[in-house]
């Protein structure tokens, strides 16, 4: 696709409640049009007025968001609105989210968009909330996104340890989400997003493409879900380590998980209460680190049912999408690296290896994969990984074990990384703390403190 465009349109948003199906169109310039689908699995036969309405306030933030999927194959330099315009606040949310979650797409494809971005408004304020003022408008209990890796494992059993009401959902159902949904014995919701096949198709063709903050598209999908099937939390598995970026490029943090971070969960908060009183959105995991949230999976003794059917690799994900790829690691990328180095200080070795099949510490060729991870010569991978400083905690605390000290990439980081570095053991007692910066209910702080 070698031609450039002048503008992007978001043209009609609907929502089918006997169906549950939402669809989303979109259009650049008069040339191509989009339409996305979200279906939504045995909607209530009868949906409440209010519960409806509330819908209806969420379906254009929804639509707004997952526009940014269709804006980035061509980034023109002018948005119209066919719909109702956003309130000046929307308006200044959607600019920020387009600005910094596409912040690593716009630095791999040489692009400045903050100039570019300019979301018209109305001048009119959203008006009052559905349900404001009613003191529980929706059902008390959780929804609890699963994505198949150790993080939402780890919120599922903290919370079903506590006898909170929660039910599992996914957007989509891969086969190591399938798997994990199955173990935990408990109920899920499998929510489908189809995107255009017109978009795949101009992405072969060339257009532009890269990273998009497809949590903040999950998010809003995950907001309808929860007024429709009636639950007022939305409990995400989003860590602290997300909220530090990847490298700052001018005024920009780039983030490769900003969608994950504290900032967008504070804002997506504001979005959604000004919509719907009562609706709440937000990450049990916050306050901890990778590093803690790996030794919390590994000690804790509910999880080890999990240990032949997680996987926190996106490639091994994609693999199993397209073919009957054996295994759950590709053993090759920076979330297999990182996901054995932080879970590798807190877990038997033998229970370490059973579910890699491999020392990936003991490889020779893992050394820039690894080296990346802790900071040398190369900046944090654009990948969902901890800090910098948390990775070298890990090494830290393999290279104190026996178990571990002769493996390869350990003894090289004890003779020549480890001298270098400075107040290690602050640093483990910081990453094993949990942090103040959070929007958890004051019950669920007692739950990971």
């Known amino acids: 696709m070698s031609r450039s465009f002048e503008c992007f349109y978001f043209k009609a948003c609907q929502f089918d409640a006997k169906q549950g199906l939402i669809t989303l169109e979109y259009a650049l310039d008069d040339e191509h049009v989009f339409c996305e689908e979200i279906q939504f699995p045995n909607p209530p036969a009868q949906l409440p007025a209010k519960r409806l ?5 969420l379906l254009p933030l929804l639509h707004f968001i997952a526009g940014i999927s269709y804006y980035k194959a061509a980034v023109p330099p002018r948005i119209a609105i066919e719909t109702a315009l956003p309130d000046p606040e929307t308006a200044a949310f959607l600019h920020n989210l387009y600005w910094q979650g596409l912040g690593e797409f716009a630095w791999q494809n040489g692009l400045d968009l903050k100039a570019r971005l300019q979301f018209p408004a109305q001048t009119q304020d959203l008006a009052p909330a ?13 929804l609890l996104p699963v994505g198949g890796g150790k993080d939402s494992i780890v919120s599922l059993e903290t919370l079903r340890a506590s006898g909170e009401s929660l039910t599992q959902i996914s957007v989509g159902n891969p086969h190591i989400i399938r798997q994990v949904e199955r173990s935990s014995g408990l109920p899920y919701i499998v929510v489908q997003r189809r995107i255009s096949p017109l978009l795949l198709k101009l ?3 060339g257009a532009l493409n890269g ?8 998010a809003s999908i995950l ?17 602290r380590s997300a909220n530090v970026g990847n490298f700052q490029q001018g005024a920009l943090d780039v983030n490769h998980q900003y969608s994950k971070s504290l900032d967008f969960e504070q804002q997506m908060q504001q979005q959604l209460e000004r919509r719907v009183a009562g609706l709440h959105y937000f990450s049990l995991l916050r306050p901890l680190s990778e590093l803690d949230i790996a030794r919390r999976f590994a000690t804790m003794p509910s999880i080890q049912q999990y240990d032949s059917v997680f996987s926190s690799c996106n490639r091994n994900h994609r693999l199993h999408n397209k073919s009957n790829h054996p295994g759950n690691w590709c053993l090759d990328c920076p979330k297999c690296r990182f996901v054995f180095l932080a879970l590798a200080p807190f877990m038997p070795q033998a229970r370490l290896l059973k579910i890699f099949t491999k020392n990936m510490l003991d490889d020779p060729a893992q050394q820039d994969g690894f080296d990346a991870l802790i900071g040398v ?44 570095l400075n107040n290690l ?5 910081t990453a094993l703390r949990p942090a103040q910066a959070h929007q958890l209910p004051e019950d669920y702080w007692d739950l990971i403190s």
């Open 223 to 239: 907001a309808i879900a929860a007024v429709l099937y009636d639950y007022d939390r939305i409990v995400m598995s989003n860590e």
């Open 130 to 142: 559905v349900f404001a003022g009613e003191k529980q408008a929706l059902q008390r209990r959780s």
């Open 377 to 420: 010569g190369q900046h944090k991978p654009f990948e969902c990984v901890g800090e910098v400083e948390e990775s070298q905690v890990a090494f830290y605390l393999l290279s104190q074990q026996a178990d571990w000290q002769q493996s390869y990439l350990v003894k090289r980081f004890r003779a020549e990384i480890l001298p270098g």
């Open 203 to 205: 992405n072969a063709q």
């Open 425 to 429: 053991e602050t640093l483990l007692e």
């Open 211 to 218: 990273h998009v903050p497809i949590s903040a598209i999950l």
């Open 53 to 57: 309405q509330a819908i209806e306030r």
